[in-house]
């Protein structure tokens, strides 16, 4: 049963000096600090139950991220969360359609992080209020309560909401099974922790043999600043591998159309699954000029991490400009935008491979894509979720591995809590970290 009226919301801005040891190093983010503005929601209900919330950032621009928060506080401030779920495509579009507010966006950029921060609160406080972890709540819920939650605005040429009940009511065939699949089996996974850009041979080398010996088979490299090196780099973890593994690859947006096709006419021989972001992830004509370009070549294209909307990946699907699929549970405007993706993606039948990594993103996705098997897409054809090894001891319910595949999630919510003394000794700046590392900088 929902019930409350939210009394209280508070942000905090939480940074981890993840670059001092090259950890999320790209091509295009040489010295990323993985941190997260992070929102709380409190309800003057009995229970004491708290909705917890973040979206990922890379240190700077974390505190821009928390104004954006608070801007749109008043929309959610004593406001009861009955009224909210019960019109959640209302809610929804009140938040993204904000008369002023929208002129920075509308739907991309820091106010929809924003928007992604606070819905994600307050659908782990919906998922704790029902006792159930997020992936089951969706699971369970009814094909038309679904579908209310979804602002179908801007996508009806692609996908109505009579489609979408459609492919949902395809999908409690065998739904029970694939639940059972997903306890006894997991979402099968791909590691990105070996191969960031800023890691030495020795080190690649290093986390390669553990990852092998821990039962990985699918791995994903970091390419883009300079071909010699990643040549080199490819074709020693392509080595280590072996030729039977899955090896993906990903440019983090560094060149231009005609050098991405020519880069990877390059690095085809080491046999990539696919190249993730080779361009502007605004340029849905450029992926689609790659994505065919490379068809000879057996590469796909893969992106989605940084597309801002659902307005984005409906171009994408229609100009056939990818071959996998990356939603993130903290760009877009949370579960509700990546509910509505998920159908678009199930019509077109083009596979979801989520983006992970970052603080909290592995934690939170892992619930989205377990869903998508089992209600939307019955498949796991050419599906994986990215995995990174970073950070997972500060959350409260940490993701959990076993032979490369994620576990459904067992507790109530989303995921989405972090340990209070990790938010304390890593909040900006004022925390313990910081201050030690802001002084050793004089």
């Not at 929102?39 to 708290?50: C, M, N, Q, S, W």
């Not at 890379?58 to 004593?78: F, P, Q, R």
Request: charged share 25%; aromatic share 8%; proline share 4%.
């Amino acid at each position: 049963m929902v019930r409350g009226r939210i009394s209280r919301l508070s942000v905090r801005d939480v940074r981890f000096p993840t670059s001092l040891e090259g950890h999320g190093s790209d091509a295009m983010h040489t010295d990323p600090d993985y941190s997260a503005a992070y929102v709380i929601l409190e309800t003057d209900a009995e229970d004491g139950l708290k909705g917890y919330g973040l979206t990922f950032t890379l240190g700077k621009g974390t505190e821009v991220v928390v104004c954006a928060v608070n801007a749109l506080a008043h929309h959610v401030l004593n406001t009861d969360l009955r009224d909210i779920i019960g019109d959640f495509r209302g809610f929804y579009r009140q938040l993204t359609s904000d008369g002023q507010l929208r002129w920075i966006g509308p739907e991309k950029g820091v106010v929809h992080l924003a928007t992604a921060a606070v819905l994600n609160a307050i659908w782990d406080l919906w998922a704790k209020q029902e006792g159930k972890p997020l992936w089951k709540l969706l699971v369970d819920m009814d094909p038309r309560t679904l579908l209310s939650c979804i602002d179908f605005r801007y996508i009806t040429d692609v996908l109505t909401e009579e489609e979408a009940y459609e492919i949902l009511q395809k999908g409690q065939v065998g739904k029970k099974e694939r639940e059972g699949q997903m306890l006894m089996q997991g979402y099968p996974a791909y590691t990105t922790s070996c191969a960031w850009l800023g890691y030495s041979d020795d080190k690649l080398r290093q986390l390669c043999t553990e990852a092998l010996k821990d039962g990985w088979t699918r791995f994903k490299v970091k390419v883009g600043a300079d071909l010699q090196d990643d040549i080199r780099r490819c074709r020693l973890i392509r080595n280590m591998i072996g030729p039977e593994k899955t090896l993906m690859m990903d440019a983090n947006q560094r060149w231009d159309v005609p050098e991405a096709v020519e880069w990877m006419a390059k690095l085809a021989e080491f046999k990539p699954l696919w190249i993730e972001e080779p361009t502007s992830p605004d340029d849905i004509l450029g992926h689609a000029t790659i994505a065919k370009a490379l068809v000879p070549l057996g590469v796909g294209v893969a992106t989605g991490e940084q597309c801002h909307n659902r307005v984005i990946f409906k171009q994408l699907l229609q100009a056939k400009a990818l071959q996998f699929l990356q939603i993130d549970s903290c760009r877009l405007g949370s579960v509700n935008e990546n509910l509505s993706v998920l159908l678009m993606a199930k019509k077109f039948e083009i596979p979801v491979c989520p983006h992970a990594g970052g603080v909290g993103l592995c934690e939170l996705v892992q619930h989205l894509i377990i869903f998508d098997f089992i209600s939307v897409s019955a498949s796991l054809k050419n599906r994986m979720c990215e995995y990174v090894d970073h950070l997972h001891e500060h959350f409260r319910y940490p993701v959990v591995i076993k032979k490369a595949s994620y576990m459904p999630p067992q507790d109530a919510g989303y995921s989405t809590e972090m340990k209070e003394e990790s938010v304390k000794k890593h909040q900006y700046p004022d925390g313990e970290v910081w201050k030690k590392l802001l002084a050793a900088k004089g």
